[in-house]
C-alpha cells in the first residue's frame, strides 16, 4: 500500500485517464476525492467501484473556472478526509481545433483557464492545506512538438503548465514533489473526438511499441510519481508516447 492513509485530488476524474488514476491510487490505499464537470456518472460509478474495494472515495462537481468552486472542492476534501496530501491536476482540454487565423481570443481565453488557470487555482488551494506530498499535472506531448493541426493553443498551454511544473518544484521543495506526464496518443475519448482514425492507425504503424497507450499506463505512472517510489525525482516532465518522441 503505497499511499496508505493518504488523501488525494484527482480532477476531471469522471471518465478516461481520471478515472483510472483515481481507481489506481485508491488500489494503493489512498481516500480520494474526485472532481468532474460533467461526467457525473463516471464520476459515481468509479467512487463506488473505490468503495466495493474496501476504499473511501467521494464525487464533488466543480467548475475548476471558478475560484470558489475550487475552494469548496478542496474544503470538502480536507473536512472529509482530514488533509491533501496528492493533487493529480488532469481536467483539461482541446475544446475544437482552430487555427490562429480563424482562432477567436474567446476561444484563446477559454483553453488557457481550462487547461492552465485550472492548474494554478487547484494547486494554490491544495497547498494551503499541503505540507509534504506530491503534485502530478497533466502536461501533453503537444507540449513538447506544438501538437497536431488547429491545436496552438492547447500546445501553448501544455507547454505552460510544462514550465510550471518545473517553477513550482523549485518553490515548493524540499517537502512538496511536482512533476508531470505528457502524454501521447492515448486511447481515450479526447481522440476519439478530435483525432481522425487513420490518424491512430498510423501512429500503431509507426510507434516503435505499435500501440495506442492505455489509461492504465497513464495511472501507473502518476502512482509511481505519487509516492515515495519517486522520492528523488521533481520537476520533471515525463514523456508517455510508446517512442514517438524522444526528448
Same mark, same amino acid.
Given at each position: 500500500?503505497k499511499?496508505a492513509?493518504?488523501?488525494?485530488i =484527482?480532477t476531471?476524474g469522471g471518465?478516461?485517464?481520471g478515472?483510472?488514476?483515481a481507481?489506481?491510487?485508491?488500489?494503493?490505499g489512498?481516500?480520494?476525492?474526485?472532481?468532474?464537470?460533467?461526467?457525473?456518472?463516471?464520476?459515481?460509478?468509479?467512487?463506488?467501484?473505490?468503495?466495493?474495494?474496501g476504499?473511501?472515495?467521494?464525487?464533488?462537481?466543480?467548475?475548476?473556472?471558478?475560484?470558489?468552486? =475550487?475552494?469548496?472542492l478542496v474544503?470538502k &476534501?480536507?473536512?472529509?478526509?482530514?488533509?491533501v496530501?496528492?493533487?493529480?491536476n488532469?481536467?483539461?482540454?482541446?475544446?475544437a481545433?482552430k487555427?490562429?487565423?480563424?482562432?477567436?481570443?474567446?476561444?484563446?481565453?477559454?483553453?488557457m483557464t481550462?487547461?492552465?488557470?485550472?492548474t494554478?487555482?487547484?494547486t494554490?488551494?491544495?497547498?494551503?492545506?499541503?505540507? &509534504?506530498?506530491?503534485?502530478?499535472?497533466?502536461?501533453?506531448q503537444?507540449g513538447?512538438?506544438?501538437?497536431?493541426?488547429g491545436?496552438?493553443?492547447?500546445a501553448?498551454s501544455k507547454?505552460?503548465?510544462?514550465?510550471?511544473?518545473?517553477g513550482?518544484?523549485?518553490? =515548493?521543495g524540499?517537502e512538496?514533489?511536482?512533476?508531470a506526464l505528457?502524454?501521447?496518443?492515448?486511447?481515450?475519448?479526447?481522440?476519439?473526438?478530435?483525432?481522425?482514425?487513420?490518424?491512430?492507425?498510423?501512429?500503431?504503424?509507426?510507434?516503435?511499441?505499435?500501440?495506442?497507450?492505455?489509461?492504465d499506463?497513464?495511472?501507473?505512472l502518476?502512482?509511481?510519481?505519487a509516492?515515495d517510489d519517486?522520492?528523488?525525482i &521533481?520537476? &520533471?516532465?515525463i514523456?508517455?508516447?510508446?517512442?514517438?518522441?524522444?526528448?
Amino acid at each position: 500500500m503505497k499511499l496508505a492513509g493518504k488523501t488525494a485530488i =484527482v480532477t476531471g476524474g469522471g471518465r478516461d485517464i481520471g478515472r483510472a488514476v483515481a481507481i489506481k491510487l485508491a488500489s494503493e490505499g489512498a481516500n480520494i476525492a474526485i472532481n468532474y464537470f460533467s461526467s457525473s456518472k463516471g464520476a459515481d460509478e468509479a467512487v463506488a467501484d473505490i468503495q466495493a474495494a474496501g476504499g473511501k472515495a467521494i464525487a464533488l462537481q466543480g467548475d475548476l473556472n471558478n475560484a470558489a468552486e =475550487v475552494d469548496a472542492l478542496v474544503s470538502k &476534501t480536507v473536512e472529509t478526509f482530514g488533509g491533501v496530501d496528492v493533487l493529480v491536476n488532469n481536467a483539461g482540454g482541446l475544446i475544437a481545433r482552430k487555427t490562429i487565423a480563424e482562432m477567436e481570443l474567446e476561444h484563446w481565453n477559454a483553453v488557457m483557464t481550462l487547461n492552465l488557470t485550472s492548474t494554478f487555482l487547484m494547486t494554490k488551494a491544495c497547498l494551503a492545506h499541503m505540507k &509534504t506530498g506530491a503534485i502530478v499535472n497533466l502536461a501533453s506531448q503537444a507540449g513538447r512538438d506544438g501538437g497536431g493541426p488547429g491545436a496552438v493553443a492547447y500546445a501553448t498551454s501544455k507547454g505552460a503548465v510544462m514550465t510550471m511544473t518545473r517553477g513550482l518544484a523549485k518553490e =515548493v521543495g524540499p517537502e512538496i514533489r511536482v512533476n508531470a506526464l505528457c502524454p501521447g496518443m492515448i486511447d481515450t475519448d479526447f481522440h476519439n473526438v478530435h483525432t481522425p482514425d487513420a490518424g491512430r492507425r498510423g501512429f500503431e504503424a509507426n510507434a516503435p511499441l505499435k500501440r495506442q497507450g492505455h489509461v492504465d499506463d497513464a495511472a501507473n505512472l502518476v502512482l509511481f510519481l505519487a509516492c515515495d517510489d519517486s522520492a528523488f525525482i &521533481t520537476g &520533471t516532465n515525463i514523456d508517455l508516447n510508446g517512442g514517438m518522441l524522444f526528448s
